[in-house]
């Protein structure tokens, strides 16, 4: 089940959506520039984070990708390293030997590090004591020996490192060849289409339009179809079927995704945001339009 997900997630990269592309030809470019760092910045939920993984995943010889989320220490971040670039990244091992080994490593293989979830390079308390080591690093042990690295982050990255520079009186040096991805941006529902007719091989134009109908009326359409075909696909296999079925699809959306949305929504709800809130019925009312129009 799990390497049927894995699957899924890397066929839905193939889709060449107008992210994929974005990110694809950032990763392409810090190879090139190796003395720089590059960032790709943009809001949650786009797609940055997969794109970047399926890269990486198609590019082994190139690049490692490694994600940041959670992780509050050096040590923590450095074992991540270690154990994209295959380094035996024991726990009893300390920060120093792990550092040694990973630079090593790096500085002699020159493979892109594409580091996600970049904001945790910081401390993530309200008060910052010293510079952000983690970061002071990647500058002196990889960009100063040529180590192409990128960043991927939402606009936090920028609220940390202000934050950082403010409370210590400190000029950190810049991401030197950010991009942006504006926060306006919307996956298309044909970038979507092409999304969902990757994801399900097996299934009609029929199911595809369904869900995509169904994830734009959620608040991260690319999110979503993702998860309603990993869904679905589980559904099926615990039918013992290898291939969906449409009823896999809707029965996923009523049981599974809109109550999980709805759940979600309910639970992070203010007085300001409430107004804007996308019921659940609604969310199936699209499901539904897409299923019955031509």
């Not at 969906?244 to 709805?262: A, G, H, M, N």
């Amino acid at each position: 089940m799990q390497a049927a997900h894995a699957a899924s997630a890397s066929d839905m990269m193939i889709a060449e959506t107008e992210i994929v592309r974005l990110v694809g030809k950032t990763l392409s470019e810090a190879i090139r520039h190796p003395n720089r760092i590059y960032g790709i910045e943009g809001p949650e939920g786009i797609g940055k984070t997969t794109a970047a993984k399926t890269w990486c995943h198609k590019n082994p010889g190139v690049a490692r990708y490694v994600s940041l989320v959670g992780l509050t220490s050096k040590t923590a971040i450095l074992q991540v390293i270690a154990q994209a670039l295959g380094i035996g990244a024991i726990y009893s091992r300390t920060a120093t030997d792990l550092r040694v080994r990973v630079e090593d490593i790096l500085q002699r293989s020159k493979l892109m590090l594409v580091i996600d979830e970049a904001r945790y390079l910081f401390t993530q308390g309200e008060r910052m004591y010293s510079r952000p080591e983690m970061l002071d690093w990647i500058y002196t042990a990889l960009t100063n020996f040529e180590v192409p690295c990128v960043l991927l982050c939402t606009s936090l990255f920028a609220e940390r490192m202000r934050l950082a520079e403010k409370q210590n009186h400190l000029e950190l040096a810049p991401v030197s060849a950010p991009a942006q991805i504006p926060t306006s941006t919307a996956t298309s529902k044909a970038d979507l289409l092409e999304v969902a007719a990757k994801l399900m091989p097996e299934c009609g134009k029929r199911e595809a339009k369904c869900a995509v109908e169904y994830a734009s009326a959620t608040k991260w359409p690319l999110t979503s179809v993702v998860g309603l075909v990993e869904d679905a696909r589980d559904l099926a296999e615990c039918e013992g079927r290898k291939e969906l079925q449409f009823t896999d699809l809707e029965r996923s959306i009523k049981e599974s995704r809109v109550p999980s949305d709805c759940a979600q929504d309910k639970a992070f709800e203010t007085t300001e945001t409430k107004p804007a809130r996308t019921s659940c019925k609604s969310v199936e009312r699209s499901f539904q339009r897409g299923c019955n129009s031509p």
